[in-house]
């Protein structure tokens, strides 16, 4: 069946605005659906421009997949449409599609052009995502990373308070619903825009900061950037921190803070760099004492405290350019977000926080061996975070970490293998093997009975030999 490409618009704003017809002039049902549901979730001119890159995919679907033995249809389970969308990303729009270590598909392009290609991957995106909805798809949505959905679940998960609504997405506790969290795509465009790597690339923060500079941030952007990163708290925590939450801590490298559900109570504590403490001293003496009413310095205040005459736990730290406390809002949209496209990335500035949870599970893992100890300081972390579900939150990382520390694994056991073969290979017994003539090298076969001869009394070959699993064969190797 070929689709073509009619596309009918009703007037009127009830039922379907637009009809899709294939070319048996028959209702596609499916993409009719899509294109109600993306029109309200859109528009009605990005609802029809995604309707007619997907109708060529459904045309490649049916027509050319016709004849092959593993013919799809678009509600085949997950693992088969992401194979059917890279072959056809491959196959039609001309791109090189590889997979990441962590398990994602990075899309290159080698014809066609960039807007076909985004526009595809994001319509393919949300009409799997519609028919999850409308209950037309029984599987988990093929278009996301599973490690990068996890944490959105765990996020929300943990946002949501018994008897309480949604935390509100000006909050900066949860992602906006119409914006996905970094990069969840399981295919992902490198070239046009930053690809990161999930939440572990250690660049992360350093792209944030060069695009603040690209637009202008001054001592109170980057002091709360750094802060952010450092420290691992919500961009709501870190914008509502007051004079008060630091002095308490010493107005050195940490500061009180209150949590997501604490109603203001200060029940953890945020920590950052000596020289963050350095800049966001400067920051207060400069830049936000200009716009203070009472244009003081922190030895000012600190001075009228001592005389009853200020409370420090009214005076917040980052002032708007208004003398008013700045919030979570004003500085995502005025700040964040402004330096993530110039840094061509698309992330919410909750995302700190993982990749901040992310880099310590790392370090622990990386800097400590006995599990005991592991444990200890995965249970300090989960103290520091402050998470109600402790162990389960942490989970949800470690599922990352499991396929990571195989890896690493492997990696010292080929370091091992490495080495034996070297240390063999550096043996004099070893060189007398072609000493008599370096250009004229032993025969495979010669070289294999000279080996099965030395077995026993060359250790670093025993151990090869272990690994190959020819240990104990006495005829060697077939």
């Given at each position: 069946?070929?689709?073509?490409?009619?596309?009918?618009?009703?007037?009127?704003?009830?039922?379907?605005?637009?009809?899709?017809?294939?070319?048996?002039?028959?209702?596609?049902?499916?993409?009719?659906?899509?294109?109600?549901?993306?029109?309200?979730?859109?528009?009605?001119?990005?609802?029809?421009?995604?309707?007619?890159?997907?109708?060529?995919?459904?045309?490649?679907?049916?027509?050319?997949?016709?004849?092959?033995?593993?013919?799809?249809?678009?509600?085949?389970?997950?693992?088969?449409?992401?194979?059917?969308?890279?072959?056809?990303?491959?196959?039609?729009?001309?791109?090189?599609?590889?997979?990441?270590?962590?398990?994602?598909?990075?899309?290159?392009?080698?014809?066609?052009?960039?807007?076909?290609?985004?526009?595809?991957?994001?319509?393919?995106?949300?009409?799997?995502?519609?028919?999850?909805?409308?209950?037309?798809?029984?599987?988990?949505?093929?278009?996301?990373?599973?490690?990068?959905?996890?944490?959105?679940?765990?996020?929300?998960?943990?946002?949501?308070?018994?008897?309480l609504p949604r935390v509100p997405e000006i909050s900066g506790v949860v992602?906006?619903?119409?914006?996905?969290?970094?990069?969840?795509?399981?295919?992902?465009?490198?070239?046009?825009?930053?690809?990161?790597?999930?939440?572990?690339?250690?660049?992360?923060?350093?792209?944030?900061?060069?695009?603040?500079?690209?637009?202008?941030?001054?001592?109170?952007?980057?002091?709360?950037?750094?802060?952010?990163?450092?420290?691992?708290?919500?961009?709501?925590?870190?914008?509502?921190?007051?004079?008060?939450?630091?002095?308490?801590?010493?107005?050195?490298?940490?500061?009180?803070?209150?949590?997501?559900?604490?109603?203001?109570?200060?029940?953890?504590?945020?920590?950052?760099?000596?020289?963050?403490?350095?800049?966001?001293?400067?920051?207060?003496?400069?830049?936000?004492?200009?716009?203070?009413?009472?244009?003081?310095?922190?030895?000012?205040?600190?001075?009228?405290?001592?005389?009853?005459?200020?409370?420090?736990?009214?005076?917040?730290?980052?002032?708007?350019?208004?003398?008013?406390?700045?919030?979570?809002?004003?500085?995502?949209?005025?700040?964040?977000?402004?330096?993530?496209?110039?840094?061509?990335?698309?992330?919410?500035?909750?995302?700190?926080?993982?990749?901040?949870?992310?880099?310590?599970?790392?370090?622990?893992?990386?800097?400590?061996?006995?599990?005991?100890?592991?444990?200890?300081?995965?249970?300090?972390?989960?103290?520091?975070?402050?998470?109600?579900?402790?162990?389960?939150?942490?989970?949800?990382?470690?599922?990352?970490?499991?396929?990571?520390?195989?890896?690493?694994?492997?990696?010292?056991?080929?370091?091992?293998?490495?080495?034996?073969?070297?240390?063999?290979?550096?043996?004099?017994?070893?060189?007398?093997?072609?000493?008599?003539?370096?250009?004229?090298?032993?025969?495979?076969?010669?070289?294999?009975?000279?080996?099965?001869?030395?077995?026993?009394?060359?250790?670093?070959?025993?151990?090869?030999?272990?690994?190959?699993?020819?240990?104990?064969?006495?005829?060697?190797?077939?």
């Amino acid at each position: 069946m070929g689709l073509g490409c009619r596309i009918v618009a009703r007037a009127g704003s009830g039922g379907h605005t637009v009809l899709v017809f294939d070319r048996r002039n028959q209702l596609h049902f499916p993409l009719t659906i899509f294109a109600g549901e993306a029109t309200k979730r859109t528009s009605s001119g990005t609802a029809r421009q995604y309707v007619s890159v997907l109708i060529p995919f459904f045309d490649w679907l049916e027509i050319e997949q016709s004849s092959r033995k593993d013919h799809r249809r678009w509600d085949d389970p997950p693992e088969a449409i992401r194979q059917g969308i890279s072959e056809y990303l491959v196959e039609r729009l001309k791109c090189k599609v590889r997979e990441h270590r962590v398990g994602f598909q990075l899309v290159s392009l080698t014809g066609g052009t960039w807007t076909t290609v985004r526009v595809f991957l994001s319509a393919i995106k949300l009409y799997y995502r519609v028919m999850q909805v409308r209950n037309y798809y029984e599987y988990s949505n093929p278009l996301v990373d599973g490690v990068s959905a996890t944490l959105t679940q765990t996020e929300d998960r943990l946002a949501a308070d018994a008897g309480l609504p949604r935390v509100p997405e000006i909050s900066g506790v949860v992602a906006p619903r119409p914006k996905q969290r970094l990069s969840d795509s399981y295919f992902k465009l490198v070239g046009e825009t930053w690809v990161p790597q999930v939440i572990d690339d250690p660049q992360f923060p350093v792209r944030i900061q060069a695009g603040g500079r690209i637009v202008g941030w001054h001592l109170r952007e980057q002091c709360v950037v750094r802060i952010i990163f450092e420290s691992g708290g919500r961009i709501s925590e870190v914008v509502g921190l007051t004079l008060g939450d630091w002095a308490a801590r010493g107005l050195l490298q940490e500061t009180q803070a209150f949590s997501k559900g604490s109603h203001g109570k200060r029940v953890k504590f945020l920590r950052f760099s000596a020289e963050t403490a350095k800049l966001l001293r400067r920051y207060f003496d400069t830049e936000r004492c200009r716009l203070d009413s009472n244009h003081y310095r922190v030895d000012d205040y600190l001075q009228a405290a001592r005389e009853k005459r200020a409370d420090l736990y009214e005076v917040p730290l980052f002032l708007s350019h208004q003398g008013t406390p700045l919030r979570p809002k004003t500085f995502r949209d005025l700040y964040w977000n402004r330096a993530c496209r110039e840094a061509g990335i698309e992330a919410d500035v909750h995302q700190a926080r993982h990749w901040y949870v992310t880099q310590i599970i790392r370090t622990i893992y990386e800097t400590t061996h006995s599990e005991s100890e592991i444990n200890r300081r995965l249970r300090e972390l989960i103290e520091y975070m402050g998470w109600k579900s402790g162990w389960e939150t942490l989970d949800a990382y470690q599922h990352y970490f499991d396929p990571q520390r195989h890896a690493e694994i492997q990696n010292e056991l080929h370091d091992r293998m490495d080495g034996a073969l070297k240390q063999a290979l550096e043996d004099p017994s070893r060189r007398q093997l072609s000493r008599d003539n370096p250009l004229n090298p032993v025969s495979p076969t010669d070289r294999a009975d000279q080996i099965t001869g030395d077995r026993d009394r060359d250790s670093d070959l025993e151990y090869l030999l272990t690994l190959g699993g020819q240990r104990g064969n006495s005829t060697g190797p077939d």
